[in-house]
């Protein structure tokens, strides 16, 4: 399971500032795999996972476009009910708590991809990979 970098802007709460950001990726040939937005005391917050974090950045740098980097941890889960309460499950028994989580897809097959930041990503890659094993195999 892949660790990957997020970016992390924050821009004025207006129409079009997000299409501008969409298409500065875009321009670069980055594709964006999962993203959340929300407000934020007036201004709007975007995390953004790509597929090639390095152009991400030099297209972001590009424009102007102040972000900052976090590493995440990116798992790969079927879509059928009850995958994400065993994952979420096993990282809470191993007292691993999670900061924000959110989804998109995989390039190229749209498999679901979960999306999260956890108190102590270190433990909890190697649990994650094990149970996107697991789900793979059954």
Known sequence: MPVNREFTITMDDR????????????????????????????????????????NARTALDAERINS????VAQVKLPHRPGELARVTSRLGENNININYAYCGLEAGTNTPLVVLHANDLAKAVPILDKEAAAAAKS
């Open 68 to 71: 900052t980097e976090t590493e």
């Open 15 to 54: 129409p079009g500032t997000f299409g501008k950001v969409c298409r500065t990726l875009a321009d670069r040939k980055v594709n964006i795999l999962a993203f959340h937005s929300f407000p934020d005391e007036g201004k709007s917050k975007v995390r953004l996972v790509c597929d090639n974090p390095a």
